[in-house]
């Protein structure tokens, strides 16, 4: 159930907290589908309203990414006591905090807007359209701002499950704050709409096998867990990780192929590496001393059968280095079946950052039989959704949903939001580099 609040405004409002004060009458309806939430041909605005010390504490310190008090407003209605805050990770902050390192991100804020988290159920066992959490992705580093709904929409519409994501207008006490990614969180709610069995493990970054093919320990996928942590029964994925630590590489497929469904698995291979999704599951990053670990990505976990699944996540650098290595950070030296170096770790790219070869690892390196498999889905990937001509049919819908939104957030905040002839030639950089990429 959906606790809203029916609006009755005065004629003159000052400021937020003399409009929340207008939210007295308290009606209960049904949760309404999230559907509505991520429908493609929607551009929803959602405002935020804090107090101005808590959004103080926010914008003084928006790494330590602590919840803060405020009410969420949409379409008239009003949710109170959820909790707001900032979010990100090394590559979100960069350029937007007053701290100089950017490796240990500090300070306070400096760009117009920050990437958020809304959590529904802060205070009470509450949720909005049946979900617990909203996010809202700022796209600095994305000038086009379609990187992430494109790339989500490729791997949804090509059978592999993955957040819903599309655009949304976000004012906070309001104030405009810019055109945002609305991108789905991967938590319960997430599991309940898009899994048949809904009710299983959900784990975040944890990586059945080490880089050397061993088996990780219980504490470590207890502490990947996502869902069910109350009762932190990891017994499936632990069985999963005991029986393929102990094949050799050339017999990993045997183990792999009873507990990963085959072609599912090649296509969320084949849609990470068409659109470029360096900073996901197929990098696997030196993290100090021998060990090397890959990020972005969840594991969802049949409750009662063998199975795992991979969910992709977090796609803001996704299309970048499509024809060159535009980011630094992330290039990948290797195609996902190949290995270098002997399986050791080695350096590429400018800033000579180590990284070890996907195909070394053992889950991945044991699709590299099914080549003949991946060409023939690949195939049928450009023929149904990754061609030219529905590419600009999207980019182009969408472009128009948020084209004066764009103006406005240039207009609002100069050379810190892109202008709109900088937006349009993003965009039609993304296009030439996508199109390039098919050559």
Known sequence: ???????????????????????????????????????????????????????QILNNDPAAENYVQGSLVFEGKTIKNVGIRYKGSVGAWVGCLSGINWTNPSGYKTCPKLSMKIKINWKDDKKFYG????????QNLDPSKMHERLGYYMYRNFGVIAPRSNHALVYINGVFNGVFANTENIDGPFTNKHFENPDGNLYKEVWPVDIFGESQEINYFIDGLKTNEEISDVSKIKKFSDQLGNVNNPMASSVVNNWIENELFLKTILVDRSIANDDGFLHFYHEGGKNYENHNYYWYEDPYLDK?????????????????????????????????????????????ILQISAGCDKIIGSYSEYIDTYDSLDFAFKNELYNMPKINSLLDGWSNQIKDAVLEANQKYGAKEPSLQEWIDSINILKFSIEQSLN
């Open 308 to 352: 795992l699944q991979l969910i992709p996540w977090d796609l803001d650098n996704a299309f970048e280095n499509l024809i060159s290595d535009v980011n630094p950070v992330t290039p990948i030296k290797d195609e996902w079946y190949e290995t270098s170096n002997g399986c050791e770790g080695f350096a590429f790219g400018i800033f000579n």
């Open 1 to 55: 159930m959906l606790l809203i609040f029916v609006t009755c405004k005065k004629d003159s409002l000052t400021d937020s907290e003399e409009l929340l004060e207008d939210f007295e009458e308290y009606i209960e309806l049904d949760s309404h589908s999230s559907d509505y939430i991520y429908d493609q041909n929607n551009l929803h605005r959602f405002d935020l309203y804090i107090n101005e010390e808590n959004l």
């Open 131 to 138: 979900m617990k959490k909203l996010q809202f992705h700022s």
